[in-house]
């Protein structure tokens, strides 16, 4: 079990890693957005390019804190049912539904857009629009997010089990509507 927490820490500070750097991704999108509205605005300028750059950083921010999100315990849960039920019948749900749903459901995506970025790679795929961007590293970085959710959710798997078998405390969970 200690090989398991010890893979299950390094997947965490992973995670943890990305998600410090899509903050200041979020700090640059913000500036961006800023610079093309005085651009439209101001001067009456506009770029494809600057617009789409702006898409992508956002979708990058969702795609890669999805996993430090389920780390935290921030993903949608029904509260109203998780809420009336013991900590350990919580960590049996989450380990169950872990296995069930969140890992298929990655793995299924990361190998589907996996060929999808590997077509967008071929064809060296970019937007319609006059000065667009190339559009394949938007569509590798999918495979990439959800893989690292998959490793997040099999993290969580591990500490769950940990929990159960005494390896580690029960995790807290917060009450409804706190």
């Known amino acids: 079990m200690d090989l398991l927490l010890r893979f299950s820490a390094a997947v965490d500070a992973i995670n943890r890693w990305i998600n410090n750097v899509a903050?200041?991704?979020?700090?640059?999108?913000?500036?961006?957005?800023?610079t093309v509205a005085t651009l439209r605005y101001a001067?009456?300028?506009?770029?494809?390019g600057l617009l789409e750059a702006?898409?992508?950083?956002?979708?990058?921010v969702f795609l890669f804190c999805a996993a430090y999100t389920l780390q935290q315990g921030g993903h949608?849960?029904?509260?109203?049912?998780?809420?009336?039920l013991s900590p350990r019948t919580r960590v049996w749900i989450d380990i169950v539904c872990?296995?069930?749903?969140?890992?298929?459901?990655?793995?299924?995506i990361t190998v589907d857009s996996w060929r999808y970025f590997?077509?967008?790679?071929?064809?060296?795929?970019?937007?319609n629009n006059p000065g667009g961007l190339y559009w394949w590293p938007i569509k590798g970085a999918i495979p990439v997010a959800f893989a690292l959710l998959a490793l997040q959710g099999l993290s969580e798997i591990i500490k769950n089990i940990a929990s159960l078998t005494g390896h580690r405390p029960m995790p807290?969970?917060?009450?409804e509507g706190h």
């Open 43 to 48: 001067f009456n300028w506009g770029h494809n």
């Open 98 to 108: 872990g296995f069930l749903f969140l890992l298929p459901v990655c793995l299924l």
């Open 118 to 127: 590997l077509i967008a790679f071929a064809q060296n795929e970019r937007s």
């Open 76 to 84: 949608v849960r029904i509260d109203i049912v998780a809420g009336k």
């Open 23 to 34: 903050i200041w991704l979020i700090l640059v999108c913000a500036v961006l957005s800023a």
């Open 172 to 175: 807290v969970f917060h009450k």
């Open 54 to 60: 702006q898409w992508f950083m956002f979708g990058l």
